[in-house]
């Protein structure tokens, strides 16, 4: 059972690549697709929909890339995946109660609709700093 998509696992990955690389300045796609083993036509529609989102910004001419956008501690692993995958819910009752006639009175739904708050409080408690491996002595200034 997969909870968590592709589209999301490679997008955090995609964040997590430019904060450890981050004092280097833009990174290109192709780099982050070799480093981390991800098609570079993938990574391509993901970035468009970060950078949409406010995550990363590119940089053009040589030696351009991407960066992000924001401190990496300033961006929430919750907020990513919302971005990726759009709201979801385990299951369709949890975000539409009136999808089932059986909401009012079913135990079931509030144990889902536990288990969502407790895996959206977690990710939107954790930030692409706590994932990356980020020395931040050498960690570049991010600009909003």
């Keep these: 059972m997969a909870i968590i998509s592709t589209r999301s696992r490679y997008g955090l990955r995609l964040l997590v690549d430019l904060a450890e ?12 697709a070799e480093r981390q083993g991800i098609p570079e036509k993938y990574l391509a529609k993901l970035v468009m929909t970060l950078r949409a989102a406010g995550f ?26 919302e971005v990726l995958e759009g709201q979801s819910s ?8 009136e999808a089932c006639p059986r909401s009012a009175n079913c135990g079931s739904r509030d144990l889902w609709a536990g288990l ?28 909003i």
């Design 56 to 81: 990363v910004r590119s940089v053009r001419g040589a030696g351009g890339g991407y960066i992000l956008e924001r401190a990496p501690e300033n961006i929430d692993l919750l907020s990513v995946v």
């Design 21 to 32: 690389q981050g004092s280097s300045g833009p990174v290109d796609l192709h780099s982050i």
């Design 116 to 143: 969502e708050k407790a895996i959206a409080d977690y990710l939107g408690s954790r930030s692409i700093a706590s994932v990356a491996r980020v020395d931040s002595s050498t960690a570049p200034e991010y600009y």
């Design 90 to 97: 385990l299951l369709e009752c949890t975000a539409k109660p």
